[in-house]
């Protein structure tokens, strides 16, 4: 890997297609940065995503999919218009919600939720 390791967490996401998966990330803004035919590490927008082939499980139906990803970055606007199209509508449009954050839901591979939020007291409100 290129970048240099620091601490935090990130998740490991199970992907039925793995190669169709890739490009959603690239999409977001992040980069291949490591990695096999099996597992992806991707980065960008200073977080890290893991992606590896799904096993048996309720994620192999997409609408049955348990998992999401939240990215927290003060770049919510520039991602969500890198994906305007994948915006869940009506409910997941960039907005402050009642839980004090600045938040796009996006429809990710397999049915995987994606939320990019920071929080509302950090963002500039329209008066």
Do not use: K, Q
């Not at 999919?65 to 003060?74: A, E, M, Q």
């Not at 869940?88 to 939020?117: A, K, S």
């Amino acid at each position: 890997m290129s970048e240099t390791a620091r601490v935090g967490a990130f998740a490991i996401v199970p992907s039925n297609d793995l190669a169709a998966a890739i490009p959603f990330w690239e999409r977001l803004g992040f980069a291949r940065a490591g990695g096999d035919a099996d597992y992806v590490i991707m980065t960008g927008w200073g977080c890290e995503v893991h992606l590896t082939r799904a096993g048996n499980g309720p994620w192999r139906v997409p609408e049955h999919n348990p998992f999401g990803v939240f990215i927290r970055t003060p770049d919510v606007e520039a991602i969500a218009a890198r994906v305007d199209d994948l915006v869940i509508r009506p409910g997941g449009l960039l907005r402050h919600r009642e839980w004090g954050m600045y938040e796009v839901g996006i429809n990710g591979p397999d049915g995987l939720l994606v939320r990019i939020g920071w929080p509302s007291e950090l963002t500039h409100r329209p008066s």
